[in-house]
T-cell receptor
Framework: QQQVKQSPQSLIVQKGGISIINCAYE??????FPWYQQFPGKGPALLIAIRPDVSEKKEGRFTISFNKSAKQFSLHIMDSQPGDSATYFC????????????FGKGTKLTVNP | GAVVSQHPSRVICKSGTSVKIECRSL??????MFWYRQFPKQSLMLMAT?????????EQGVEKDKFLINHASLTLSTLTVTSAHPEDSSFYIC?????????????FGPGTRLTVL
């Protein structure tokens, strides 16, 4: 119930391509879905987050697509750049509750020049 | 943007010693801070939730007597790894949640690399 399943484990794309990372959850009480970017040796940084009352949110080259009925959400990185090479984590939490984030296992993205 | 700092950024200690890691929210007040550990190429594992002025809530399997957490103010939480052993070597990361109305985003610190010899 508490798991967030993330795929793929690793992803290699060419510069300018689209990177797509998918996550699925079981607990329907989750109502906050952030994505984090982490570079080696650094803490995660919040990229973008979505609430279940919208199906898509876009910020610059980053877009979250959310499918409430399928209990899935995904991160799309448009025009991927070598500087986007990092590990990406999806997460989910319940606002107003413990606020504990449940993380996916992460996706290591490599963008080749 | 909200900034969370950690000190030290890396520490090397001998087995059996205790190590204290500080987590500070620099430009906001945090009633709740979280402590995670992350092993190489793995996800973040929540260790405990730290609430200002009250006892921390530990996740299942985390020894509260080994990982002492103190959240004495709205901007500072500390994690003390007592009697550290090589298996405690890991990347420790804290996060802080803005205490403001509607705040639920967690902002992460840069992490502390602990190496126990």
């Amino acid at each position: 119930q508490q798991q967030v399943k993330q795929s793929p484990q690793s992803l290699i794309v060419q510069k300018g391509g689209i990177s797509i990372i998918n996550c699925a959850y079981e607990n329907t009480a989750f109502d906050y879905f952030p994505w984090y970017q982490q570079f080696p040796g650094k803490g995660p940084a919040l990229l973008i987050a979505i609430r279940p009352d919208v199906s898509e949110k876009k910020e610059g080259r980053f877009t979250i697509s959310f499918n409430k009925s399928a209990k899935q959400f995904s991160l799309h990185i448009m025009d991927s750049q070598p500087g986007d090479s990092a590990t990406y984590f999806c997460a989910a939490s319940i606002r107003g509750g413990s606020e504990k984030l449940v993380f996916g296992k992460g996706t290591k993205l490599t963008v080749n020049p | 943007g909200a900034v969370v700092s950690q000190h030290p950024s890396r520490v090397i200690c001998k087995s059996g010693t205790s190590v204290k890691i500080e987590c500070r929210s620099l430009d906001f007040q945090a009633t709740t801070m979280f402590w995670y550990r992350q092993f190489p190429k793995q996800s973040l594992m929540l260790m405990a939730t730290s609430n200002e002025g009250s006892k921390a809530t530990y996740e299942q399997g985390v020894e509260k007597d080994k990982f002492l957490i103190n959240h004495a103010s709205l901007t500072l939480s500390t994690l003390t790894v007592t009697s550290a052993h090589p298996e405690d070597s890991s990347f420790y990361i804290c996060s802080a949640r803005d205490a403001g109305p509607g705040g639920h985003e967690q902002f992460f610190g840069p992490g502390t690399r602990l190496t126990v010899l």
